[in-house]
Structure formats: C-alpha cells, structure tokens
C-alpha cells in the first residue's frame, strides 16, 4: 500500500498550480465585480484557500513538512480573520442596514 505523499504525487504538479491558479482567479473576479461585503470577504478567503492548496502540493511533492505547518498556521489566522471580519460586517449592518460596499463608499464621504 502506497502512502499519501505517494499516492499525492502520482497527479502531476501542473494540475495542482492550474487548479489553484482557477481558483485564485475565480476569488479575483468575486472582490473586482461584487458589491455585496459578504461575497467580497469569501472571494477573499477563496483566494486564501487556492494559496494553501498550492503551498500544500508543493510541500507534498517535494516531501518537506515545513509548508504543511506553514498551511496550519494561515488556517489559524484566517479563522480569526473570519471572526473579526464577521463581526465588523454585523456591526455595519447594524448601523446602515446594508452591506453594499457602494452604501459605505457614501458614507466615508
């Protein structure tokens, strides 16, 4: 039985960097074309998520665990920005009733 470094570098790297190159674009067009502040702070985290795949494969094909831990630490800060950023969309809700990122644009005016 193969172990899963193994059976992980049986799909070639290419496929790997396509794969989070989609998905890091997909993230770019959600923050360029949405107005709407939730879709923008999870197109953000797509963006996020496509990085730590990539760094993951790369530390899987080349059999170094320092990329890993590296994901598991971005993991730990991006479920605190998730928290921070959630809380702060709340509260501006709260205030405007809206989470339109033109409505905000306005108002710092």
């Known amino acids: ?15 790997y960097i396509l794969f989070s190159s989609a998905l890091f674009c997909i993230g770019i067009l959600g923050v360029l074309t949405r ?31 320092a990329g890993q831990i590296f994901v598991f630490f971005i993991m730990a800060v991006a479920a605190a920005e998730v928290a921070v950023g959630l809380a702060i969309i709340v ?5 405007i009733q809206s989470i339109d990122i033109g409505v905000l644009n306005k108002i710092k005016n």
């Open 1 to 15: 039985m193969q172990s899963i470094p193994e059976v992980l570098r049986t799909i070639p790297l290419t496929h």
């Open 35 to 65: 107005r709407n502040a939730i879709i923008v702070f999870m197109a953000i985290e797509l963006m996020l998520n496509a990085v730590n795949l990539l760094l993951a494969a790369f530390s899987s094909y080349y059999a170094d665990p």
């Open 91 to 95: 509260m501006i809700y709260r205030n």
